[in-house]
């Protein structure tokens, strides 16, 4: 069972000036989940396309009623591998990215990026992601979880994008310090919230027995 | 005015060891990424010793903290795609 989604977004930043922001984007404050970035294959092919694979090490905590579904050590960070290939002839970039852990979740992206063709400064994104689970009988509750963490983190994603271009401009991103702590405050009270709930229904279910 | 490169900070590598011969490649790489590559110039690669320095050591890393990432084709799900 396979849940599709698809996407298009807009960068009004020229194709190269992305591509170029593609492999500086890490660290940006929009994406504190991300622990490690490395390329691990790179190579220019006969036919002038740089070909490229990035391990990524994410936090990746899933919601409790799912983590006893998943084997313990895989629940708190996540290996996902983004494979790449850019075309500077036909101006086109394309990545493909899915988690090599959690196999039991597995969210697939594909990113294309090419120049917009009524402006030729701006750059066209077309997304598209899909998500299958092999857990039987929670395939669709696990699908739900994986498509709206998705919808949150391709919006991440967007923001981190715009900081890294704006700074590699020269401007001033428009995330202040503020804005980056009430958001994190904002995530430990949320993280505090489920735990509180997990504890909860921990205590509920030991009543029963 | 455009900074393409050397303007961002460099994020953690996977292999602790491994950050300083990071720091070298993605330098290199983002330099030859922006004026090389993209402008379509076809020299030979500068960067491919600093490359096979971090490579050997980012490698090692993922042997010792059994990072599957063998035998993993490339784009790999790509061929699983649903029809949209």
């Known amino acids: 069972m396979v849940k599709y989604f698809s996407g298009a977004d807009l960068l009004k930043t020229t194709w190269d000036q992305v591509c170029i922001a593609f492999w500086q984007r890490y660290p ?60 500077p002839q036909k101006r086109t970039m394309t990545t493909m990215t899915w988690n090599i852990t959690h196999a039991r979740l597995m969210v697939t992206r594909c990113v294309d990026y090419r120049t917009n063709p009524d402006n030729s400064n701006w750059t066209e994104l077309k997304r598209e992601a ?17 498509l709206a963490r998705f919808k949150t983190r391709v919006t991440k994603t967007m923001k981190g994008f715009e900081y890294v271009l704006a700074k590699m401009q020269g401007e001033t991103p428009t995330k202040t310090l503020a804005e980056t702590a009430t958001e994190r405050a904002r995530e430990t009270a ?6 509180a709930k997990d504890l909860a229904s921990q205590a509920q279910k030991k009543q029963y027995v | 005015m455009f900074y393409p490169y050397n303007t961002l900070q460099i994020w953690d590598t996977v292999g602790e060891a491994c950050t300083e011969l990071k720091r070298e490649y993605d330098q290199c790489f983002n330099r030859w990424f922006a004026e090389k590559f993209l402008k379509g110039d076809r020299g030979e690669d500068p960067c491919s010793e600093t490359f096979r320095k971090y490579q050997s050591c980012v490698q090692k890393a993922i ?9 993993v084709e ?11």
């Not at chain 1, 949320?190 to 735990?195: D, M, N, Q």
Request: proline share 7%; with cysteine.
């Open chain 1, 130 to 146: 899909w998500i299958s689970s092999r857990v039987f009988g929670l395939s669709r509750a696990i699908q739900e979880f994986g």
């Open chain 1, 28 to 87: 940006n404050p929009y994406s504190n989940h991300v622990l490690t970035e490395d390329i691990i294959f790179r190579e220019v092919t006969p036919t002038n396309c740089l070909i490229s694979r990035r391990l990524l090490t994410k936090f990746s905590r899933a919601p409790a009623w799912m983590e006893r579904y998943l084997p313990k050590h895989m629940s708190s960070s996540a290996y996902i591998i983004e494979d790449s290939i850019v075309d």
């Open chain 1, 190 to 195: 949320l993280a505090a919230k489920e735990k």
């Open chain 2, 74 to 84: 490339f784009m790999g799900p790509n061929k699983d795609k649903p029809e949209s």
């Open chain 2, 63 to 71: 042997k010792e903290k059994d990072i599957p990432v063998d035998g």
